[in-house]
């Protein structure tokens, strides 16, 4: 399971006051409809004195009523559940300032829910066979500020994932790209590629301050609020 990249702050984070992770313990919510599955990660958790299961809910508007109220750093989100899926849970808590980050669980990683998740604001996904401590690893990199999905995975999926409309995606996402400046089309394929910040800045001959910088602006451009989906812009405009 790869990291990605790093990530800047969410722009207007208004969770309360040192509720950062780094100076205690990363809160985690555990949406899951299996009651099963709720209490293994919690058991799981409980043996971290570095993670701490804040809230748990059984669906999607359980999922976004948690993110409000309890300011869980991460949520690991099901996909498959009743009412309200993982997918639209992820939207919204997504769409709103200071969001959590998400990572998203399903049975197999070529779920069709998958992609949609991950470009909804997902940060990546585990699959529920996962090793326990790569659990624990995973919450651990994207409280850091990290993606936990690799293009490659990235391309798995798109190459697994029916697309009816990939042509028209395809169009859409050459017209976001173009916008962007010589450069910040370079980073953005690099990210797009897997490497990080300090393996960038290494390739195109600058300082990594500057290719957060580049990276920061490419978030803002393209509408993004992670590595992960300029990844997915960067395969959908098939760009290399």
């Known amino acids: 399971m790869a990291a990605v990249a790093h ?66 750093d991460v949520i690991l989100m099901d996909v498959r559940m009743p009412r309200v899926d993982g997918l639209a849970a992820t939207r919204e808590i997504r769409s709103r300032p200071g969001a959590p980050e998400i990572i998203v669980l399903t049975t197999f990683n070529a779920d069709e829910y998958v992609l949609d998740a991950l470009r909804g604001g ?68 690099l990210v797009g590629q897997g490497h990080s910040n300090a393996e960038i800045a290494a390739r195109l001959g600058m300082g990594v301050p500057t290719v957060k910088g580049h990276v920061s602006r490419l978030l803002d451009k393209l509408g993004s609020n992670n590595r992960v989906q300029i990844a997915l812009l960067v395969h959908d405009a098939e760009l290399p």
């Open 7 to 72: 990530l800047n702050g969410v722009p207007g984070d208004s969770r309360p006051a040192g509720s950062h992770p780094g100076r205690r313990p990363i809160r985690l919510a555990v949406v899951d409809d299996d009651p099963l599955v709720r209490a293994g990660l919690r058991i799981l958790v409980g043996g971290s004195p570095d993670i701490e299961v804040v809230a748990e809910a059984a669906d999607g508007a359980q999922a976004v009523s948690v993110a409000h109220a309890h300011w869980p």
């Open 122 to 189: 997902a940060c990546g996904f585990l699959l529920k066979d996962t090793p326990p401590l790569e659990i624990l690893a995973a919450v651990r990199t994207v409280a850091a500020g990290a993606a936990i999905l690799s293009p490659s995975v990235v391309r798995q999926l798109i190459d697994h994932v029916a697309d009816p409309v990939a042509g028209s995606r395809r169009a859409r996402a050459r017209e976001q790209l173009a916008a962007l400046t010589d450069r910040e089309r370079e980073v953005a394929v």
